[in-house]
């Protein structure tokens, strides 16, 4: 049982660096695009001829029109699952309207270099016209390495994943920008907002064991660590917020409930457990599977709320 | 005890002090540099004292002097409290090693409202150094080296010239840094003293002329001091319709960051803040934290040569400076790039 937990945490942590790796990863190419002159939209919904929109994690315009698309994999599973997901994504993203016109971008699948051998077990079996692209991050933490295995329309694209490797500085990356993508692990958020509370507190009352927090200013706070060119997919959403806050108030670091918009910071909490992204990791894996808070219930994507960001949301509803 | 004397204000303890000495009538004074959270006061540092446990006393004799006790657990302390620039030095001839360890709880108790002050070894070897301009000779007795495995005190069995190179050459050798030298400061305008003085806002006078110690070293130490907090503050991250701006401080280092120099720094970070790896160094460590006491947010990086810390939304001086300390400890060599040198 110790050794199930102790697999689960460590999943759970190697989860909470690779969405940071994919908040750099995103960071660096968006910049790196910008700079040489490609139009780039990240995470943008666009609309498909069916109705409805994708939101692929990369749009790349070349003169006006929507040329090439970029799915970027932190990871991959096992090779069956694989051949599956990169089927469906290219499937998914086959013609988007753009500008009234519908147009096939050709689309790319940036993969970490380190699941190159899962590519070479399905390479075959995956369609023909899917652009392969690893990258790595992992060799040196200040560069990005990419090997382009097919072709794209864009010319400037073309240009800047051929450029190796490409530089950057970790410290004004990983400083910047703390999330992008949406799915923020519940355990990254929890560690994110609890990191940050101490920073509201008065230095005059600092050695007073609770304190509060409003739930409205957290999110107003963590809302800064988010790329502005992220325009209607402002990614971190309130229900997110939400889960970090339930957990915490589960292993009673805070006393929080949903609805409420006062948080009550248990400041001893955690004061002597090292690391606390291993010891929240830890406590994440221990709590088991995850059920719907009482009271809440997910919301079909037809009866999406916007949240406080002003996002779409499809999660379990709370009673905020 | 200089307690036991009756002193009207700082001019008349400092006159005392000028005669005093030079007859051996009190042994060694030593001067802690105090310095105050902005928008606080030393009010406010007394009663955050009291509430964590400290007892102190502050007795007021004189416009500009005042008698402080402390009292932590059984332990006391007692010595005199005088006003620089907003900021405070506190004189005791107590004795060292109970003084130390009073005034550590002290300061525990009140950061960050009230500080130790820090002037970084390297900034400490070119304060001496300036001394050689006003005296014929400044002596190095005595110094003592902290690497990242133990401290040395180090004896000149002659005292030998201050030469800051050469002082910077041999901490080198040994992988560490100055954490405090003892010398003497002969044939100036104001007469010959003994002193020692410390990375850590601490100075002690051995012997000779107060005056002179206390306008060539005091005053100059206090000053650039000053100068290092003051340069740690406002560099938090501002977020603007233009972007974000960071302000990293970065320590540069000879050698590459061992790995077993990454735990250590590890080690220290998650034991004394609220702190977690987030990336765990292939080869690059990232650690965010946070004080636990003030609220200051930090992300660290180490890699290759450079160490890097990026203060976030809040960042305090008082935080800052005791950050870079630890860092310092940690990896004794490096030379933090302080963008406003004093």
Same mark, same amino acid.
């Given at each position: 049982?110790?050794?199930?937990?102790?697999?689960?945490?460590?999943?759970?942590?190697?989860?909470?660096?690779?969405?940071?790796?994919?908040?750099?990863?995103?960071?660096?190419?968006?910049?790196?695009?910008?700079? %040489?002159?490609?139009?780039?939209?990240?995470?943008?919904?666009?609309?498909?001829?069916?109705?409805?929109?994708?939101?692929?994690?990369?749009?790349?315009?070349?003169?006006?029109?929507?040329?090439?698309?970029?799915?970027?994999?932190?990871?991959?599973?096992?090779?069956?699952?694989?051949?599956?997901?990169?089927?469906?994504?290219?499937?998914?993203?086959?013609?988007?309207?753009?500008?009234?016109?519908?147009?096939?971008?050709?689309?790319?699948?940036?993969?970490?270099?380190?699941?190159? %051998?899962?590519?070479?077990?399905?390479?075959?079996?995956?369609?023909?016209?899917?652009?392969?692209?690893?990258?790595?991050?992992?060799?040196?933490?200040?560069?990005?390495?990419?090997?382009?295995?097919?072709?794209?329309?864009?010319?400037?694209?073309?240009?800047?994943?051929?450029?190796?490797?490409?530089?950057?500085? /970790?410290?004004?990356?990983?400083?910047?920008?703390?999330?992008?993508? %949406?799915? %923020?692990?519940?355990?990254?958020?929890?560690?994110?907002?609890?990191?940050?509370?101490?920073?509201?507190?008065?230095?005059?009352?600092?050695?007073?064991?609770?304190?509060?927090?409003?739930?409205?200013?957290?999110?107003?706070?963590?809302?800064?660590?988010? /790329?502005?060119?992220?325009?209607?997919?402002?990614?971190?959403?309130?229900?997110?917020?939400?889960?970090?806050?339930?957990?915490?108030?589960?292993?009673?670091?805070?006393?929080?409930? /949903?609805?409420?918009?006062?948080?009550?910071?248990?400041?001893?909490?955690?004061?002597?457990?090292?690391?606390?992204?291993?010891?929240?990791?830890?406590?994440?894996?221990?709590?088991?599977?995850?059920?719907? /808070?009482?009271?809440?219930?997910?919301?079909?994507?037809?009866?999406?709320?916007?949240?406080?960001?002003?996002?779409?949301?499809?999660?379990?509803?709370?009673?905020? | 005890?200089?307690?036991?004397?009756?002193?009207?204000?700082?001019?008349?303890?400092?006159?005392?002090?000028?005669?005093?000495? @030079?007859?051996?009538?009190?042994?060694?004074?030593?001067?802690?540099?105090?310095?105050?959270?902005?928008?606080?006061?030393?009010?406010?540092?007394?009663?955050?004292?009291?509430?964590?446990?400290?007892?102190?006393?502050?007795?007021?004799?004189?416009?500009?002097?005042?008698?402080?006790?402390?009292?932590?657990?059984?332990?006391?302390?007692?010595?005199?409290?005088?006003?620089?620039?907003?900021?405070?030095?506190?004189?005791?001839?107590?004795?060292?090693?109970?003084?130390?360890?009073?005034?550590?709880?002290?300061?525990?108790?009140?950061?960050?409202?009230?500080?130790?002050?820090?002037?970084?070894?390297?900034?400490?070897?070119?304060?001496?150094?300036?001394?050689?301009?006003?005296?014929?000779?400044?002596?190095?007795?005595?110094?003592?080296?902290?690497?990242?495995? !133990?401290?040395?005190?180090?004896?000149?069995?002659?005292?030998?010239?201050?030469?800051?190179?050469?002082?910077?050459?041999?901490?080198?050798?040994?992988?560490?840094?100055?954490?405090?030298?003892?010398?003497?400061?002969?044939?100036?305008?104001?007469?010959?003293?003994?002193?020692?003085?410390?990375?850590?806002?601490?100075?002690?006078?051995?012997?000779?002329?107060?005056?002179?110690?206390?306008?060539? *070293?005091?005053? @100059?130490?206090?000053?650039?001091?000053?100068?290092?907090?003051?340069?740690?503050?406002?560099?938090?991250?501002?977020?603007?319709?233009?972007?974000?701006?960071?302000? @990293?401080?970065?320590?540069?280092?000879?050698?590459?960051?061992?790995?077993?120099?990454?735990?250590?720094?590890?080690?220290?970070?998650?034991?004394?803040?609220?702190?977690?790896?987030?990336?765990?160094?292939?080869?690059?460590?990232?650690?965010?934290?946070?004080?636990?006491?003030?609220?200051?947010?930090?992300?660290?990086?180490?890699?290759?040569?450079?160490?890097? *810390?990026?203060?976030? !939304?809040?960042?305090?001086?008082?935080?800052?400076?005791?950050?870079?300390?630890?860092?310092?400890?940690?990896?004794?060599?490096?030379?933090?790039?302080?963008?406003?040198?004093?």
């Amino acid at each position: 049982m110790a050794s199930a937990a102790k697999t689960d945490r460590t999943s759970v942590l190697r989860d909470c660096h690779i969405y940071q790796d994919t908040v750099t990863f995103f960071y660096v190419l968006f910049e790196t695009l910008s700079k %040489a002159g490609v139009v780039v939209e990240i995470e943008q919904d666009i609309p498909v001829p069916a109705g409805g929109h994708r939101t692929p994690d990369f749009a790349v315009i070349d003169s006006g029109r929507l040329a090439d698309v970029l799915d970027h994999k932190g990871s991959l599973p096992e090779a069956a699952r694989t051949l599956i997901e990169l089927t469906k994504m290219r499937a998914r993203y086959r013609t988007f309207q753009h500008n009234g016109q519908n147009v096939s971008p050709q689309v790319t699948v940036l993969y970490p270099a380190s699941k190159q %051998a899962i590519i070479e077990d399905v390479r075959t079996q995956l369609p023909n016209d899917l652009t392969l692209c690893s990258f790595d991050q992992m060799t040196r933490d200040t560069e990005i390495k990419f090997r382009l295995q097919g072709p794209v329309k864009a010319q400037g694209l073309a240009q800047v994943l051929g450029t190796n490797p490409i530089e950057y500085r /970790p410290s004004y990356v990983r400083s910047t920008y703390k999330f992008i993508k %949406a799915e %923020a692990p519940v355990v990254y958020t929890a560690f994110s907002v609890w990191w940050l509370f101490p920073s509201f507190r008065d230095t005059k009352t600092a050695y007073q064991r609770d304190y509060t927090v409003e739930r409205d200013v957290l999110l107003s706070r963590l809302g800064k660590f988010y /790329p502005p060119w992220i325009r209607n997919n402002l990614q971190l959403s309130s229900s997110r917020v939400n889960k970090a806050l339930e957990f915490l108030s589960t292993i009673k670091f805070i006393d929080w409930a /949903p609805g409420r918009n006062d948080i009550i910071v248990h400041s001893e909490k955690g004061s002597r457990s090292g690391d606390l992204l291993e010891y929240l990791a830890e406590r994440w894996a221990k709590a088991g599977p995850r059920r719907p /808070p009482k009271g809440t219930a997910s919301i079909p994507e037809d009866q999406a709320v916007l949240d406080d960001f002003g996002i779409r949301s499809t999660g379990p509803r709370t009673n905020r | 005890m200089l307690v036991a004397q009756e002193f009207r204000n700082r001019d008349h303890l400092f006159a005392y002090l000028s005669e005093a000495f @030079p007859q051996g009538e009190i042994p060694s004074v030593h001067c802690f540099v105090f310095l105050v959270e902005r928008g606080s006061t030393i009010d406010d540092a007394m009663k955050a004292a009291r509430e964590r446990g400290v007892r102190t006393t502050m007795t007021r004799k004189g416009s500009d002097l005042y008698e402080l006790s402390i009292r932590v657990r059984t332990g006391f302390q007692a010595g005199f409290l005088f006003p620089m620039e907003e900021n405070w030095v506190f004189l005791s001839d107590g004795e060292t090693s109970k003084l130390n360890s009073t005034i550590g709880a002290f300061l525990r108790s009140t950061f960050p409202i009230l500080v130790r002050a820090y002037l970084p070894s390297g900034l400490v070897l070119a304060m001496i150094d300036r001394l050689r301009r006003k005296y014929d000779s400044v002596l190095v007795t005595e110094g003592t080296i902290t690497t990242q495995d !133990q401290t040395s005190r180090i004896w000149k069995e002659g005292a030998v010239e201050f030469s800051a190179h050469d002082m910077d050459r041999v901490a080198r050798r040994d992988g560490g840094k100055w954490t405090s030298i003892s010398f003497r400061c002969v044939g100036g305008a104001h007469g010959a003293f003994s002193c020692r003085v410390y990375e850590r806002g601490h100075l002690t006078l051995y012997s000779g002329n107060f005056t002179a110690f206390f306008g060539d *070293v005091l005053l @100059p130490y206090f000053a650039d001091a000053l100068a290092v907090h003051e340069s740690l503050r406002g560099k938090e991250r501002r977020d603007s319709d233009q972007g974000v701006t960071l302000n @990293p401080l970065t320590v540069q280092l000879q050698k590459d960051i061992s790995s077993w120099e990454m735990e250590l720094l590890r080690e220290r970070i998650v034991s004394e803040y609220i702190a977690a790896v987030t990336h765990p160094g292939n080869p690059m460590l990232m650690i965010q934290l946070s004080d636990r006491t003030d609220g200051s947010v930090y992300d660290l990086y180490a890699y290759g040569k450079r160490l890097e *810390v990026v203060p976030l !939304q809040k960042a305090s001086p008082e935080s800052f400076s005791a950050l870079l300390a630890l860092i310092s400890d940690v990896l004794p060599t490096g030379l933090p790039e302080l963008t406003e040198k004093p």
